[in-house]
T-cell receptor, first 110, second 114 residues
Framework: TQLLEQSPQFLSIQEGENLTVYCNSSSVFSSLQWYRQEPGEGPVLLVTVVTGGEVKKLKRLTFQFGDARKDSSLHITAAQPGDTGLYLCAEVQGAQKLVFGQGTRLTINP | DADVTQTPRNRITKTGKRIMLECSQTKGHDRMYWYRQDPGLGLRLIYYSFDVKDINKGEISDGYSVSRQAQAKFSLSLESAIPNQTALYFC?????????????FGEGSRLTVL
């Protein structure tokens, strides 16, 4: 069973700072999704990456997929309190189901 | 109104009781899923269904059962609840394969087993 490891598990920074969170696997991803979950709600999809080396941007969020498709990163520029939440990466298995990492809990302090 | 609705949103029960969590969706999706979320463990798949006659076990199905009553309804049952089933449970739907698709989640059902 492929294991997804996210790091760090917890991150607390000041508003305006930059940050990067990571998602790593023991083997190759078919494709990878990033979700954000806010308290009291279900996760919501941010992005899907499929091709090795792919970079996608969503406003201040930049997602990278490693060339070998075994890792991914999420970089946030000039973090804002509204970015606070649990960030989850998830591997698509067999196009049928998602296997999630344990998440990075991000807190942005005003 | 939410596209994926879970009931109840919160439930406290005792060890040995039978519990049913219900999920209904108005998105018209064929695929439905049940996940549980525990602190530090992310979301783990319990069961999933691709249509009314299709039920598949996920990675942690022991102690759980499901019923797909209709395209729009997928319920999760705990026949005899135990304390380590205390968790946040999520129902999700998708309309096609996940390479290019996504999961749409309900708001969660928090279950506490005493």
């Amino acid at each position: 069973t492929q294991l997804l490891e996210q790091s760090p598990q917890f991150l607390s920074i000041q508003e305006g700072e930059n940050l990067t969170v990571y998602c790593n696997s023991s083997s190759v991803f078919s494709s990878l999704q990033w979700y954000r979950q806010e308290p009291g709600e279900g996760p919501v999809l941010l992005v899907t990456v499929v091709t090795g080396g792919e970079v996608k941007k969503l406003k201040r969020l930049t997602f990278q997929f490693g060339d070998a498709r075994k890792d991914s990163s999420l970089h946030i520029t000039a973090a804002q309190p509204g970015d606070t939440g649990l960030y989850l990466c998830a591997e698509v298995q067999g196009a049928q189901k998602l296997v999630f990492g344990q998440g990075t809990r991000l807190t942005i302090n005003p | 109104d939410a596209d994926v609705t879970q009931t109840p949103r919160n439930r406290i029960t005792k060890t040995g009781k039978r519990i049913m969590l219900e999920c209904s969706q108005t998105k018209g999706h064929d695929r439905m899923y049940w996940y549980r979320q525990d602190p530090g463990l992310g979301l783990r798949l319990i069961y999933y269904s691709f249509d009314v006659k299709d039920i598949n076990k996920g990675e942690i199905s022991d102690g759980y059962s499901v019923s797909r009553q209709a395209q729009a309804k997928f319920s999760l049952s705990l026949e005899s609840a135990i304390p380590n089933q205390t968790a946040l449970y999520f129902c999700a739907t998708s309309d096609h394969g996940l390479i290019t698709g996504e999961l749409f989640f309900g708001e969660g059902s928090r279950l506490t087993v005493l």
